[in-house]
C-alpha cells in the first residue's frame, strides 16, 4: 500500500508556464489537501476537497486550482506559473472531515524562474 | 501575531535527555490540538493529538493548558531518532492551522 503518491518529486519551471502537480491516494480517504511549506512560514493550505466532486479555497488559493472527479486523484494547476510559486507542496487526505488525523505524500520540490 | 506560535530552536540535547516544547495558540476557540513530526526534506506525520486531560505515549507527554493557551511536548529519554523537527498544530473552526515547528537535535 503506497498512502499517498506525489508527482513529480522536484520541477524547476519557467515563469509563465502551466504546471499541474499530481496527488493519489490509496487508501479511500474521503478528504484531500494541498498545502505549500515555506521558511518560516509553516504549512499553509491552497485548497481541499472534502468529497468527490467538490473543491473550496484555503488559506493561500490565489494562482492555484485543483478539481476532484474521482476518490483517488487531487491534482493542484499552477495555470501561469510566478516565482513567488516557489515552494514545497505536500498533498494529504484524511478519512473523514478535514479535522481527523492528515496523511501527507512525500511532496513536491517546486522552483519556478 | 500569528496564530500559532512555537520557538523555531534548535533545542540541542544530548542522548538521554529530557526535552520540553512549548507552543502557543492565539483563539481561544481553538478545539482540537495536535503535535506531528517533521523529519528533514520529508512530510510530516502525526506523532500524537493533545487531549484536554494530557496524554502520555511511551517517551512523549503531551499537554494542554486551555487557560494560558499553550500546549506542551515532553520528550524524556531522548534518542538520536528524535531529532527532527515538531509542529504544533490547533484546529480553529473549520481550518488547521500549523505552527512553523521547533528544530531538535539529538546528539551521541
Known amino acids: 500500500i503506497a498512502g499517498i503518491t506525489q508527482a513529480p518529486t522536484s520541477q524547476i519551471l519557467a515563469a509563465g508556464r502551466r504546471m499541474t502537480l499530481r496527488c493519489t491516494q490509496d487508501?479511500?480517504?474521503?478528504?484531500m489537501y494541498w498545502y505549500r511549506q515555506d521558511l518560516g512560514l509553516g504549512l499553509r493550505l491552497i485548497h481541499y476537497?472534502?468529497?468527490?466532486?467538490?473543491?473550496g479555497k484555503g488559506e493561500v488559493p490565489d494562482g492555484y486550482s485543483v478539481s476532484r472527479a474521482n476518490t483517488d486523484d487531487f491534482p493542484l494547476t499552477l495555470a501561469s506559473a510566478v516565482p513567488s510559486q516557489t515552494s514545497v507542496y505536500f498533498c494529504a487526505s484524511s478519512e473523514g472531515t478535514r479535522f481527523d488525523e492528515q496523511f501527507f505524500g512525500p511532496g513536491t520540490r517546486l522552483t519556478v524562474l | 501575531r500569528k496564530e500559532v506560535e512555537q520557538d523555531p530552536g534548535p533545542f540541542n540535547v544530548p542522548e538521554g535527555a529530557t526535552v520540553a516544547f512549548n507552543c502557543t495558540y492565539s483563539?481561544?476557540?481553538?478545539?482540537?490540538f495536535f503535535w506531528y513530526r517533521q523529519d528533514c526534506r520529508k512530510e510530516p506525520k502525526l506523532l500524537m493529538s493533545v487531549y484536554s486531560s494530557g496524554n502520555e505515549d511511551g517517551r512523549f507527554t503531551a499537554q494542554l493548558n486551555r487557560a494560558s493557551q499553550y500546549i506542551s511536548l515532553l520528550i524524556r529519554d531522548s534518542k538520536l531518532s528524535d531529532s527532527a523537527t515538531y509542529l504544533c498544530v490547533v484546529r480553529s473552526f473549520q481550518k488547521l492551522v500549523f505552527g512553523t515547528g521547533t528544530r531538535l537535535l539529538v546528539s551521541p
Open positions: 487508501m479511500r480517504h474521503n478528504a
Open positions: 476537497s472534502n468529497t468527490a466532486g467538490t473543491t
Open positions: 483563539n481561544s476557540a481553538s478545539q482540537s
